[in-house]
C-alpha cells in the first residue's frame, strides 16, 4: 500500500509570503509596526544638532571693518589698533617716535614771551628800518633844500638829524610801549635787543611812508593825511607781524606808543615855551 505524500507545512520562519504587501514585507519591525511619520521624525532630538530646538545660539562678536586699512575691529572701538583711524574724528592719528623734548622752564617763559625769536632774526629788521630811516632823512632833508631861501646846507642838516633824532626818540618810545602792552598782558617781555630791532623796522617805515607823502605837490593837510595814514598801516603790519599779536594787542601798542610820543612832544613844546617866558636873564 501506498501511502500518499503529506502535504509540506511551512514552518514560522520560512512561512509564504504569497499575498502580503511589499511595504510589510520591507519593514523590518513587521506588518503590525506603525511606521514613523516625517513630522515626529523632525522632533525627535538627533545627535547632529549641537543645540536644542527652543534654545538659541550665542551671537558672534559684532565688528566692522576699518575704513582705512579694511582691518577688522569691535563696532564700539574707539581707534583702529592696526593703523591707528580714529572713529570718532574720522581722521588718522599719526604718532611721532623717537626722542621726546621736555621743554625746560626758560624755554617756556621765552615761547610765551612778546618778544620771541622766529620772524626773522634782529639783524635784517634794523638793517632794513634802518635804511628806510636814513632814506626819510635824506627826502627830509631835500624838502627843506627846495624851500630854504637862503642857507640851504644848514636847513638840509637840520632836517636830515630832525628826522634821525626824532626816530631814535620814537624807537624807544615803542619799546616803552611794548613793555606797557606785555605788562597789561601778563606776559613776559622777552628779548629786548631783538624787540628793539623790530620796532626800528617799523618807525623807519613810518618815517619813510610820512616824509614821502610830504614831497607830494598836493595841500600839505591832505599830504599830512596820506602819509599819516600810510606811515600807520605799514608801522601795524609790521607790529602784528614780526611780534606775532593779534589785532587788539597790536591796536594798544600803537595807541601807547602814540600816547607817549604825545607826551614828549607836549613837554618838549612846554619846555620851549617856559624858556621864551623866562628868557636869557632867567
Known amino acids: 500500500m501506498i501511502n500518499d505524500p503529506q502535504p509540506e507545512q511551512p514552518d514560522e520562519a520560512g512561512a509564504s509570503l504569497e ?10 519591525a513587521g506588518a503590525d509596526e506603525k511606521q ?8 525627535a532630538p538627533s545627535s547632529e544638532q ?15 571693518p576699518c575704513p582705512s586699512c579694511g582691518a577688522d ?3 564700539d572701538a574707539l581707534v583702529c589698533a592696526k593703523c591707528g583711524w580714529d572713529f570718532a574724528r574720522n581722521e588718522k592719528i599719526t604718532t611721532q617716535t623717537g626722542e621726546v623734548h621736555v621743554e625746560k622752564p626758560e624755554e617756556q617763559l621765552e615761547r610765551a614771551a612778546l618778544s620771541r625769536p622766529g620772524k626773522l632774526d634782529w639783524r635784517t629788521p634794523l638793517i632794513v628800518g634802518v ?3 636814513f632814506l626819510a632823512a635824506i627826502l627830509a632833508g631835500g624838502q627843506s633844500w627846495g624851500i630854504a631861501q637862503s642857507g640851504k ?9 630832525n628826522v634821525l633824532i626824532n626816530g631814535l626818540i620814537r624807537t624807544g618810545l615803542g619799546l616803552a610801549a611794548l613793555l606797557f602792552v606785555a605788562r597789561v598782558l601778563e606776559a613776559p617781555f622777552g628779548k629786548i635787543g631783538l624787540a628793539a630791532a623790530r620796532m626800528a623796522l617799523a618807525v623807519g617805515l613810518f618815517y619813510l611812508a610820512v616824509v614821502a607823502a ?3 605837490h598836493i595841500h600839505p593837510g591832505v599830504a599830512w593825511v596820506i602819509g599819516a595814514g600810510l606811515g600807520s598801516a605799514m608801522y601795524y603790519v609790521v607790529i602784528m ?9 597790536a591796536l594798544m601798542v600803537g595807541g601807547a606808543h602814540f600816547i607817549l610820543w604825545l607826551a614828549t612832544k607836549v613837554a618838549l613844546q612846554l619846555e620851549l615855551a617856559l624858556h621864551a617866558s623866562v628868557g636869557p636873564s632867567g
Do not use: N, T
Open 214 to 216: 610830504h614831497g607830494l
Open 36 to 43: 514613523a511619520s516625517p513630522a515626529e521624525i523632525s522632533d
Open 153 to 161: 646846507i644848514g636847513a638840509w642838516i637840520v632836517a636830515f638829524f
Open 73 to 75: 575691529v569691535a563696532a
Open 19 to 28: 499575498g502580503v504587501p511589499l511595504s510589510e514585507v520591507d519593514s523590518p
Open 241 to 249: 607781524w614780526m611780534f606775532s599779536l593779534e589785532r587788539d594787542a
Open 131 to 133: 635804511i628806510a630811516l
Open 50 to 64: 549641537p543645540y536644542a530646538k527652543d534654545e538659541p545660539s550665542p551671537p558672534a562678536p559684532a565688528s566692522e
